[in-house]
């Protein structure tokens, strides 16, 4: 379920945190990420952002992907799920008893070939930052997963982590709480903050970029 919430927050704090970045901004962000050891590539829309998320991930991948607004607006998922391409592990997940199959839950998630998902906040200094309830993406993200692929609206470009947990608290937060309750009837909470500076694994970590505000 994409749920359209953002009008409701102050209009003031919208635009500080929902303005795409501009141009100087970008390049100096994406030369930060890859002085960093992330690979950082650049689409002008989400039809080009959706062509590099997949031709990044080899057919026949395990593929995960915690919820993400970016992906379902992206068409990634969908494709992901529906294509037959792939062998996608989140409906997988999903069909299981967490009562009585929660380990192999845990470890399906923990270490997929392939990790899709978004971030919060990227900060020009090529940081990442990623905030979750549960922590269920922040594993794969950090070290478990074979590579990690995210897709980034250039809205989220932060100039350091002290602003990127600002972003995080007073702007993703509130639109996460209210989309989980609309989609799931339960609260979100920021439990669970992950921070990369560096990637030391080449090409594992890939940001792929889209001009245009995407997801929160």
Known sequence: MIVELEPDLNRSMSRRWATKADDVRVKRTIAALEANGITALRAANLAEARRLVLDL??????????????????????????????????????????NTQGDEIRRLGA???????????????????????????????????GRVILLVGTQKIVSDLEEGLHRIDEYAYPLEDARAQAAYGIRSAVNKVAVINREITPGRITVVFVDEALGF
């Open 111 to 145: 270490a997929p070939d392939v990790m899709l998902g978004s971030v919060h906040a990227v900060t020009e200094t090529g940081s990442l930052l990623a905030a979750s309830m549960s922590g269920s993406q922040l594993g794969p993200y950090v070290s478990g997963a």
């Open 57 to 98: 991930i080899p057919e026949g991948s395990e593929v995960h992907s915690g919820a993400s607004q970016s992906l379902e607006l992206a068409g990634v998922r969908d494709e992901i799920e529906e294509s037959g391409r792939y062998e996608p592990l989140r409906p997988r997940i999903w069909s299981m008893d967490r």
